[in-house]
């Protein structure tokens, strides 16, 4: 007899066997739904992470749009960006002008007779560039010939060494061009059999930059028409004697006429001639010709209107981050955010208020209305062009840039930073700067004898180095001072440093003064040719610095520049004390106009510690946090997953175990002997 299970069979022997144990429940599914539910926390932590993600992705857009109104900013929040004037010449060929300064409007009539050119110094011919010329020293300097007499300049003979690896032609050439001393060198060739000339050009033009060169000749003599010295050049010796070379252009200035004012200048660009206006000579003209000065607001307008267009990209990018569309229910990014709402209410409120200090001031713009700016319901800037070319003819430069005005024309405003404060600052002056000082104690004597007194340590505004003289019995004492104060501004130390020294004849005496002001300035002398040029005791007096208060408040000076005190209300307003008496000065009247003022909020909302970074920064560290709690979230559905899954294969188990002991008990009951009745 059999009995079957289900699907499971028993022989005879009465065994049973089976195919498996399950329910057939459906775990997967009911697990599935389950986390389902679970998971809709994890959905939510992801659905807040990817708002902080757009979020910090639309602050960025916000930074990169503010920084780039900032840089828009950048030219408007200087005075100088504003040129009021234009200056045009009648006759172009001969001069151009513009305005470079403070200059004034006005009619000039300008007649030019003679421009500024170079000296040019051509030597005899040579056969070939190759040829040997001599060995030595060559030492160039400059000045101005007249009346028989070479007068130094002062501005330092330089000296060019010639040995056996550069002697020839195009090697002189060579080593000249290569000192970099003010000297340009050519080789010109005139078609003739020995037609090779070497030319000296001296790279400054004027009547006192002409060239004075001395040769130390290795054969010893240094005047003759032999070896090295065949390119001296003395305009007072004679010709063959010392003077070898021939000039061929002159040294000469520029001669010209203003307002039948005779005017000589040493370069054809001339800035001091008319105050704030650059004339560039170009030719000479036998007709006087005219140049006007007059008020032209096409750069003002320019600058205006690129203020208006920077300002209207940045209302437009915030705006379209903040928006929110009534017809999709949909918000951006930005939408309601405070941060945002901040930088356009700080914007507004400025762009909406007057200049501090401006108004009421009468002719002087002070509200963006004045100009023909108005701010549009959209928040968007609208320029009135016919308003603002009216307007450009005022003090358009206030309205917008950060402006220092004194009212003592011998003070000049060198310089404001971001700490300075819109104000009316009085000046006073207790002190002014003055130059190092160093006075002979005897008059100073005239023999120079090589290797004897000829040496001279100079300490200029805290460098030192050591010149000698060049040996012989000076003439006077005008010409001794001349040859000090050359080879002291030759030094290329003192060139890199920016010092530079005046040696004067004061009735037989030697006095020096430093060409820099302040406290760094100083001059002392050692060395064997200090006791005979300057005595045995000399006096020297360093410089001083610049001394006073600005806003009642006790100024730091260095040199001509008086600078306001940290903390106080006018820290970073720098001023140029050039000259002017002790004691009151009048008043610096300081403003920030719109485009400054909007620079500083800019760079306090971009900085640091402003609210760009600060919202970014908050954000961030949510984003953080939220990623903490996803993947601890994480972790806990990943064991409660399994815990479901543990229980309902259980459950799965168990039901397969009772349906198979229920089909058991179900045969084991039908196998049983019927009874009947």
């Known amino acids: 007899m059999a009995i079957t299970i289900g699907s499971t069979t028993s022989n005879n022997a009465g065994t049973l066997s089976a195919s498996g144990i399950g329910s057939g429940l459906d775990v997967n599914g009911i697990v599935t739904a389950l986390m389902a539910v679970e998971n809709k926390a994890l959905a939510a932590l992801d659905t807040r992470h990817a708002s902080f993600e757009s979020r910090i992705s639309a602050y960025g857009t916000v930074k990169s749009a503010m920084s780039r109104f900032q840089s828009a900013l950048s030219a408007l929040t200087k005075a100088s960006t504003f040129s009021s004037l234009a200056a045009k010449s009648s006759d172009t060929a001969t001069f151009t002008a513009s305005i470079a300064g403070l200059a004034v409007a006005g009619t000039y009539s300008i007649k030019v007779t003679a421009l500024a050119q170079a000296q040019k110094l051509a030597s005899s011919g040579f056969t070939s560039t190759s040829d040997v010329v001599g060995t030595g020293v060559l030492t160039f300097d400059t000045g101005a010939f007249a009346a028989g007499?070479?007068?130094?300049?002062?501005?330092?003979?330089?000296?060019?060494?010639?040995?056996?690896?550069?002697q020839t032609l195009s090697g002189i050439r060579d080593a000249v061009n290569a000192a970099n001393i003010g000297v340009s060198a050519t080789i010109v060739n005139d078609g003739s059999a020995a037609g090779n000339r070497l030319v000296f050009t001296s790279l400054a033009t004027g009547a006192a930059q002409s060239l004075k060169i001395s040769v130390g000749d290795s054969d010893g003599n240094d005047v003759d028409a032999a070896g090295?010295?065949?390119?001296?050049?003395?305009?007072?010796?004679?010709?063959?004697?010392?003077?070898?070379?021939?000039?061929?252009?002159?040294?000469?200035?520029?001669?010209?006429?203003?307002?039948?004012?005779?005017?000589?200048?040493?370069?054809?660009v001339i800035t001091d001639a008319i105050e704030g206006v650059t004339l560039n000579l170009l030719a000479t003209n036998a007709t006087a010709a005219t140049m006007s000065i007059a008020a032209d607001g096409s750069d003002a307008a320019k600058s205006v209107q690129a203020f208006v267009t920077a300002y209207n990209a940045l209302n437009t990018t915030l705006r379209s981050l903040t928006k929110f569309d009534p017809v999709t229910k949909q918000g951006s990014p930005l939408t309601g955010d405070s941060a945002v709402r901040s930088i356009q209410a700080r914007m507004s409120a400025i762009i909406g208020d007057g200049v501090p200090g401006l108004q009421g001031s009468?002719?002087?713009?002070?509200?963006?209305?004045?100009?023909?700016?108005?701010?549009?319901?959209?928040?968007?800037?609208?320029?009135?062009?016919?308003?603002?070319?009216?307007?450009?003819?005022?003090?358009?430069?206030?309205?917008?840039?950060?402006?220092g005005k004194a009212s003592d024309s011998l003070i000049a405003v060198a310089a404001s930073s971001a700490a300075t404060k819109p104000g009316t600052y009085a000046v006073t002056i207790s002190q002014l700067a003055t130059r190092a000082t160093s006075t002979g104690s005897a008059a100073a004597g005239l023999a120079i004898v090589a290797g004897v007194n000829d040496a001279l340590a100079v300490t200029l505004d805290g460098n030192t180095v050591n010149v000698t003289l060049a040996a012989g019995n000076y003439a006077s004492a005008d010409a001794l001072a001349a040859e000090v104060q050359a080879k002291i501004n030759g030094s290329a130390v003192f060139a890199t440093a920016g010092s530079r020294v005046a040696v004067a004849n004061q009735g037989g005496v030697l006095a020096a003064t430093s060409a820099r002001y302040g406290s760094g300035s100083n001059i002392t002398w050692a060395g064997s040719a200090a006791t005979t040029l300057f005595g045995a005791a000399p006096v020297s007096v360093a410089g001083s610095d610049v001394a006073g208060t600005i806003g009642g408040i006790a100024a730091n000076g260095a040199g001509q520049n008086l600078r306001?005190?940290?903390?106080?209300?006018?820290?970073?307003?720098?001023?140029?004390?050039t000259a002017g008496g002790l004691g009151a000065?009048?008043?610096?009247?300081?403003?920030?106009?719109?485009?400054?003022?909007?620079?500083?909020?800019?760079?306090?909302?971009?900085?640091r510690d402003g609210v760009v970074a600060t919202r970014s920064d908050g954000m961030t560290r949510s984003m953080a946090d939220l990623d903490g709690r996803r993947s601890a979230l994480t972790r806990r559905l990943a064991t409660v997953e399994a815990h479901y899954r543990a229980q309902f294969t259980a459950l799965d188990t168990m039901l397969g175990r009772m349906s198979t002991t229920s089909s058991y008990l179900t045969q084991q009951l039908a196998s049983l002997p019927k009874i009947n009745g």
């Open 149 to 166: 007499v070479f007068t130094s300049n002062g501005n330092g003979a330089k000296s060019v060494t010639i040995a056996s690896g550069n």
């Open 228 to 268: 090295l010295s065949r390119l001296a050049f003395d305009p007072a010796a004679l010709a063959g004697s010392g003077r070898n070379l021939v000039q061929t252009v002159a040294a000469q200035d520029a001669q010209l006429t203003i307002d039948g004012i005779d005017v000589r200048k040493p370069s054809n």
């Open 362 to 403: 009468g002719s002087v713009l002070s509200t963006l209305g004045q100009a023909g700016i108005s701010l549009g319901a959209d928040g968007a800037l609208v320029l009135d062009n016919a308003k603002l070319t009216v307007a450009s003819a005022g003090n358009i430069a206030a309205l917008f840039a950060a402006v």
């Open 564 to 577: 306001a005190a940290l903390g106080s209300a006018a820290e970073g307003l720098a001023l140029s004390i």
């Open 585 to 607: 000065r009048g008043d610096i009247v300081f403003s920030r106009g719109y485009a400054s003022l909007l620079d500083a909020a800019l760079g306090e909302m971009l900085g």
